[in-house]
């Protein structure tokens, strides 16, 4: 579980050459980093280190093998509300729980409203 693990590097750019492997290894992670691939992606991956203070999340990690829980999950849901402008289910983070797979959701729910990213 990667709880209390602490290791954004505020303005670190989120690639392979960056992450920071020793820290996943120590957190637990078993996944290996995949860097965001769109804009989406990247704004994703930003809220999940901020709301789970652990960094570099890569998009194919799970969110509550991170060390997300029921509350966080919440949280995340509001941010991406926020972020993207469109409303997500609560079930959402619990159906989607990679960056990857909620970056998919929350491109519906913007067709959805006729939004754009």
């Known amino acids: 579980m990667a709880q209390n693990h602490h290791v954004v590097r505020p303005g670190a750019a989120h690639d392979p050459g960056a992450a920071d492997e020793e820290a996943r290894v120590e957190a637990g992670i078993t996944t290996d980093y995949a860097a965001p691939r769109t804009g989406l992606e990247e704004r994703l991956v930003r809220l999940w280190e901020s709301a789970l203070r652990f960094g570099p999340v890569g998009i194919e990690d799970d969110f509550f093998e991170l060390g997300g829980d029921s509350m966080l999950a919440a949280r995340v849901q509001l941010d ?29 729910a913007l067709k959805s409203a006729g939004a754009g990213v």
């Not at 402008?85 to 519906?108: K, M, N, Q």
């Open 80 to 108: 991406v509300d926020v972020e993207f402008g469109v409303e997500i289910s609560a079930a959402a983070l619990f159906l989607s729980p990679t960056v990857a797979t909620l970056a998919e959701a929350v491109e519906e």
